[in-house]
């Protein structure tokens, strides 16, 4: 049985957990083809453990009518000559196009993957009524939804976009070679970023994510000027569209050789133990899977209190939360972390505690997530409407 995996960019994020579900369904049997923009840093994996990979040359993380056109024949012709039983999509982009392809295809039961929503409330209200209206119509041609949190899972049947019978959360398994770090592991990472000008006996504040709106770059730059700590260094790992404008924004700020780009890397999972803490500033979130690998590495964590976050930082237990776009609370977080980092460890082994092995399911337990709710013998592909029994005969 073929599943196509449908993603805007394959790189850390919603690429990860596509691949790592990939790969957990391949040794169980499955076939597997990833459907995705080229250029994603993940592809060379993809191909090296033998899942099939289809470059999408239309493919864009961003809004362009005539690309997105073409991006949705593009990928109705690859399914077409694929014939996958079934067609799973992640993110807001892939989640759009590869549902409407996957629709005109018929014969493919469709599952998406909410790693969170492009809408937020700190967009313009006629921006966010359109884009809940846009997942609604696609929710009524989508047989199962999988979510990254209950708190996601809980939005998207409180605004209609999914029914709660078809909705089920499954944690991302995050990178199983991630694990509590030792003093080596701190050594080590501290020497690679070194190497990169980040001095070795700095206070060093770090966090993963892209550089674009959603990740708020500009709030964690104000945080970090009110620290006002020259003692402090910060290394953002990820790049984006906001580049060019974070450098000039960093010379500005008078931070310049204290607040590191550090650009896309691919051994994020070996710079996780040089962070002191580990800090997000995003507007909106589903439930980040950097942020979960920090924990796991037993690194303090600052968060903004969005969507499924509050599921694995509890404040003042497991971690620190604050408001989105409350950058003076950021940093002031940040602060109480840095100075008392006795606190800080006895939350990050409580975080560890909690979360115990829920982002690291073993085999089985995942593979029968995905044989519910992806396909297995339970699905007989015959077309039908969205949510009806003749696709699936559980």
């Not at 579900?21 to 840093?41: F, V």
């Not at 077409?80 to 892939?94: D, E, I, Y």
């Not at 966010?128 to 939005?155: H, K, P, Q």
Request: charged share 20%.
């Amino acid at each position: 049985m073929l599943v196509a995996q449908v993603v805007t960019r394959f790189i850390a994020g919603a690429g990860g957990v596509a691949l790592r579900g990939s790969l957990a369904l391949q040794r169980a049997g499955y076939s597997i083809a990833i459907l995705t923009a080229d250029g994603g840093d993940l592809l060379g994996e993809a191909e090296g453990a033998g899942l099939q990979v289809v470059r999408l040359r239309h493919m864009r993380p961003e809004i362009n009518p005539r690309e997105d056109f073409l991006a949705l024949n593009e990928l109705r012709q690859a399914l077409f000559r694929l014939r996958p039983a079934v067609v799973h999509t992640h993110s807001a982009k892939a989640g759009a196009i590869g549902r409407l392809a996957a629709h005109q295809l018929a014969s493919a039961a469709i599952v998406h993957t909410f790693h969170g929503f492009p809408f937020h409330s700190f967009q313009r209200p006629w921006t966010r009524r359109g884009y809940i209206a846009a997942e609604r119509r696609l929710g009524r041609i989508t047989d199962r939804f999988l979510a990254v949190g209950s708190a996601v899972a809980a939005e998207a049947v409180r605004l209609r976009i999914a029914p709660p019978e078809r909705v089920r959360t499954i944690a991302s398994a995050i990178d199983p070679a991630i694990g509590r770090s030792t003093t080596q592991d701190r050594l080590v990472a501290r020497a690679r970023l070194s190497a990169v000008g980040i001095p070795d006996g700095v206070k060093l504040v770090g966090t993963v994510g892209r550089l674009d709106n959603q990740k708020a770059p500009r709030h964690m730059l104000d945080a970090i000027t009110h620290l006002n700590r020259r003692d402090v260094h910060f290394a953002w790992v990820g790049g984006g569209p906001l580049q060019r404008e974070m450098e000039k924004r960093i010379v500005g700020a008078g931070l310049r050789g204290r607040f590191h780009l550090l650009g896309q890397r691919n051994d994020v999972g070996q710079l996780l133990p040089a962070f002191d803490v580990f800090a997000m500033a995003s507007l909106y979130e589903g439930l980040p899977c950097a942020m979960v690998e920090a924990v796991m590495c037993g690194v303090p964590v600052v968060a903004t209190s969005v969507n499924a976050v509050p599921e694995v930082v509890h404040p003042g237990r497991t971690g620190l939360l604050v408001p989105a776009a409350r950058p003076e609370l950021l940093g002031r977080a940040i602060a109480f972390l840095l100075d008392h980092p006795d606190e800080g460890r006895r939350m990050a082994a409580e975080a560890r505690r909690l979360i115990g092995d829920r982002f690291q399911p073993d085999l089985r337990h995942f593979v029968d997530l995905h044989w519910q709710y992806i396909g297995g013998q339970s699905v007989a592909v015959t077309g039908g409407s969205a949510g009806s029994d003749s696709k699936w005969r559980a």
